[in-house]
């Protein structure tokens, strides 16, 4: 199975601050990973799909890049809403597996 | 407007059973893969199951494979999930989320509690 390990498990940032989240793959996945956002008491929302490809209706301050083994989701400029636990999960092959969260808090 | 509601949470003994469901609407289910994801309480995100639009192929994660079954009824929009031989470690959200390289919409969850 693939294993994802995401850095770091939690930081504080502030409101614009730029924020960098990174994911790493056991192997190569190519573009195969998405982002996700969870907020508490939530379900996790779709963000970033095949590695940088913005999902509908999610703010263009949040970015994905990445390919093969590492990857990363950068949100350029931190607003209150964006306070959240992120994930990344590779669907490129079975068993999907997620990272094990970052917290974003103030 | 795409919707996912689940429902069949609860408390059960550990080598119990119990029997989740998802409704869909808003899309046409029979089109579209869908998956279970759990959430244990205040713990990480942890994929399930996967199921195809066909129902032909079916992945589950190694801890429940012989004691969880995914399926699903396109006359009635619903996909299922079987929990069987509950294990304390099964206590968790169940959330259902459609698509198959992209989980692009979830439901709410529904809470199982596995414990004497």
């Known amino acids: 199975a693939i294993q994802m390990t995401q850095s770091p498990s939690s930081l504080s940032a502030s409101v614009g601050d730029r924020v960098t989240i990174t994911c790493r793959a056991s192997?190569?996945?190519?573009?195969?990973l998405g982002w996700y956002q969870q907020k508490p008491g939530k379900a996790p929302k779709l963000l970033i799909y095949?590695?940088?490809s913005l999902q509908s209706g999610v703010p263009s301050r949040f970015s994905g890049s990445g390919s093969g083994t590492d990857f990363t989701l950068t949100i350029s400029s931190l607003q209150p809403e964006d306070f959240a636990t992120y994930y990344c999960l590779q669907d490129y092959d079975y068993p999907l597996s997620f990272g094990g969260g970052t917290k974003v808090e103030i | 407007e795409v919707q996912l509601v689940e429902s069949g949470g609860g408390l059960v003994q550990p080598g119990g059973s119990l029997r989740l469901s998802c409704v869909a609407s808003?899309?046409?289910?029979?089109?579209?893969?869908m998956n279970w994801v759990r959430q244990a309480p205040g713990k990480g995100l942890e994929w399930v199951s996967y199921i195809s639009s066909s129902s032909d192929t079916k992945y589950y994660t190694e801890s429940v494979k012989g004691r969880f079954t995914i399926s699903r009824d396109s006359a009635k929009n619903s996909l299922y999930l079987q929990m069987n031989s509950l294990r304390a470690e099964d206590t968790a959200i169940y959330y259902c989320?459609?698509?198959?390289?992209?989980?692009?919409?979830w439901g709410q969850g529904t809470l199982v509690t596995v414990s004497s």
């Open positions: 808003g899309f046409t289910f029979s089109s579209y893969s």
């Open positions: 095949a590695a940088s």
């Open positions: 989320a459609r698509g198959v390289d992209r989980l692009d919409y």
């Open positions: 192997q190569g996945i190519r573009n195969d």
